[in-house]
């Protein structure tokens, strides 16, 4: 079931929760998402995806 509510091919399940981060650190992060087209939720979930797929923590065969 994707964020609408509705089953669709590929949809994931995501989670929402709030995270507090130093202005300095979300700036920076905000700065990065604009150069790379993303939301900073997006960068940040990228951001997240790639360190868990080095540390070996997710399978680093699967896609975001």
Do not use: C, T
Request: glycine content about 6%; proline content about 2%; hydrophobic content about 40%.
């Amino acid at each position: 079931i994707n964020r609408a509510g509705q089953k669709g091919r590929g949809a994931m399940s995501k989670k929402a929760f709030a995270l507090r981060v130093d202005s300095e650190v979300f700036n920076a992060i905000e700065h990065w998402a604009k150069d790379e087209y993303r939301s900073v939720n997006g960068q940040i979930e990228w951001i997240l995806f790639k360190a868990l797929k080095e540390a070996r923590r997710i399978n680093p065969d699967k896609d975001l």
